[in-house]
């Protein structure tokens, strides 16, 4: 039961609004508004246009609108999104395209006192890494970026980005069949 | 292009003004008031930027507040902390690195899907 | 690593540290530190210095107050007033304004 998932699959359209306790993964179409305590999971090709409240998104197709995460958001090389991101974690990877607000919550941000000695920060604060990292995702973990910005030799060369319509089945999610599972649908 | 090395703001130096120019620039220490560069300018952990910068590549350990534009290229890296807008073509925000403020990436969906 | 503000670079503002600053690009506005400023033959600084020792083999116009020592190499340039307790201006030097050896 834990492991449960529900998929829409690339000939769904669904409007309205959708709730459940349980990850969803899209690879078609929503429209209206998700709650989830699980993750969202927006394939390449899949498409979400909705108020999102979620624990976790991974957005690999197309978010447009506001996604609010009680953990994390993270945008993949084909993630595309235009809204608002509120959540403690949010990863933007390169070659991701993004438009809106940021907010990871309050940053504290010393200010840099010029004139005075400088030696005043006693260590830079950090943020705590304390939060799990995403698991429901069978995918490399983000490594992290070179320090210098040349071109990151760590990418692989991105095919031309996938256009939205036909959608790269991925293996791991789909399992056999597909099958669409629409559970509490008001 | 002329490989001169990095100028260095080393961790005990602070500046308040404007600073420009070309060339890369690695930042440790302060920096308050106004940044322009042509090139890659790199905030190191112990770096606190607080200015609006323009640059062509900005890699972010340290903390920076202010709006920023690049051309090309705006990384964030893990423990770096961010307040402000961005624009720029490419964003890149690494796990555990603290972000408030807008991006636009200049983002262009599929027809009829705004 | 030392602190070093390239050929290119402009600083238009204040400048403080405690730790060595070498310029070989151009700097306006106010210099204070605690330790060594080294202007180098491209370095342009029209600014106020106070620092620990100077030396200088690029333009300076400004004033200068050293805690310990000025030194105009054989092809710095300085416009501006230094107090210092030890002054050495090289043969070559350009120097226009008053010195003050006075401890």
Redesign the interface.
């Known amino acids: 039961m834990a492991d449960s998932n529900t998929v829409v699959g690339e000939s769904i359209l669904i409007k309205g609004n959708l709730e459940g306790d349980e990850d969803l993964t899209v690879q078609g179409h929503i429209e209206g508004s998700i709650q989830l305590h699980k993750t969202l999971i927006i394939e390449p090709g899949g ?1 979400v ?1 909705a108020e999102v409240s979620v624990a976790n998104a991974v957005v690999s197709g ?1 978010m ?1 609108g506001n996604l609010l995460a009680s953990d994390s958001v993270e945008l993949t090389e084909t993630g ?3 809204g608002d991101i509120r959540a403690p ?7 991701a ?23 005043y ?1 006693p260590a ?1 604060r ?2 705590e ?1 304390t939060r799990p990292r995403l698991e429901p995702v069978a995918r490399p973990a ?1 490594k ?2 070179p ?3 040349a071109p990151p030799p760590k990418a692989p060369p991105k095919p031309a980005r996938p ?3 036909k959608v790269v089945k991925p293996p791991k999610a789909v399992g056999s069949k597909k099958k669409v599972v629409v559970k509490k649908k008001r | 292009m002329a490989a001169e090395p990095p100028g260095v703001i080393g961790k005990g130096i602070s500046i308040r003004g404007n600073l420009s120019g070309g060339g890369d620039l690695i930042i440790e220490g302060s920096v308050e008031g106004q940044i322009a560069l042509k090139n890659h300018l790199t905030i190191e952990e112990t770096g606190v930027v607080q200015a609006d910068i323009e640059a062509e590549r900005l890699t972010i350990k340290g903390e920076a507040s202010g709006n920023i534009v690049a051309s090309e290229r705006v990384a964030i890296l893990t423990n770096a902390k961010v307040m402000g807008d961005i624009k720029a073509p490419v964003v890149v925000i690494e796990d555990g690195a603290g972000f408030k403020g807008n991006i636009d990436m200049d983002v262009k969906l599929p027809d009829g899907i705004l | 690593m030392a602190n070093v503000i390239g050929r290119s670079i402009v600083i238009d503002g204040e400048i403080s540290g405690d730790e060595d600053l070498v310029i070989q690009g151009t700097v306006k506005g106010k210099i204070s530190l605690k330790e060594s400023l080294y202007v180098e033959n491209s370095g342009v600084v029209e600014a106020d210095i106070d620092t620990q020792n100077v030396e200088i083999s690029g333009s300076v116009t400004g004033n200068i107050l050293a805690s310990e020592k000025v030194e105009l190499k054989s092809d710095g340039r300085m416009v501006g007033d230094i107090k210092a307790p030890r002054i050495l201006i090289a043969d070559g030097a350009v120097f226009k304004g008053n010195v003050d050896m006075d401890r």
């Open positions: 498409v246009k197309i447009v595309r999104m235009v974690r949010v990863i933007i990877n390169e070659g395209l993004f438009r809106g607000q940021v907010d990871m919550g309050d940053l504290e941000m010393p200010r840099p006192s010029t004139g005075v000695k400088p030696s920060r830079p950090r943020m890494p983000p992290p970026a320090p210098k910005a256009e939205p319509t």
